[in-house]
Nanobody, 119 residues
Framework: QVQLVESGGGLVQAGDSLRLSCAAS????????MGWFRQAPGKEREFVAS????????NYADVVKGRFTISRDNAKNSLYLQMNSLKPEDTAVYYC????????????WGQGTQVAVSS
C-alpha cells in the first residue's frame, strides 16, 4: 500500500506561482506512475499531469501545458507540481495519485490540497 500526503496549497492571485508537494510512503514507487488531478466545485475530477517514476517521462493536460511542471525526487519519495501563471480557473482541490504500471486505474490517492486563485 502507498500512502500519499499533499501539501502546499493556498490562496494566491492570478499570475502568481505555487508549488504543491506529495509525500509518498509505504511502498515502492519504482513500478508506478504518479500524477496530479484536480476537482473544481461542481465539476468532475480532471487529469492535470503525470510522470513515470523510473523514466521521468511526463504527460500534461492541454490546459496546463507550458504553465505547470511535474517532477519527482527519488531520494525523498516526493512528487511536485510547480504551477506558474495561475488563473482563476485553476482553482480546485488538487490530488496526488499513483498507479501501478501498466494498469490504467489510479489506485492510490491523497486527501487533496486546496488551491484558490483570485482575479
Amino acid at each position: 500500500q502507498v500512502q500519499l500526503v499533499e501539501s502546499g496549497g493556498g490562496l494566491v492571485q492570478a499570475g502568481d506561482s505555487l508549488r504543491l508537494s506529495c509525500a509518498a510512503s509505504g511502498g515502492t514507487l519504482a513500478n508506478k506512475a504518479m500524477g496530479w488531478f484536480r476537482q473544481a466545485p461542481g465539476k468532475e475530477r480532471e487529469f492535470v499531469a503525470s510522470i513515470r517514476w523510473i523514466t521521468g517521462s511526463t504527460n500534461y493536460a492541454d490546459v496546463v501545458k507550458g504553465r505547470f511542471t511535474i517532477s519527482r525526487d527519488n531520494a525523498k519519495n516526493s512528487l511536485y507540481l510547480q504551477m506558474n501563471s495561475l488563473k482563476p480557473e485553476d482553482t480546485a482541490v488538487y490530488y496526488c495519485a499513483a498507479r501501478v504500471i501498466p494498469r490504467s486505474n489510479w489506485d492510490y490517492w491523497g486527501q487533496g490540497t486546496q488551491v484558490a486563485v483570485s482575479s
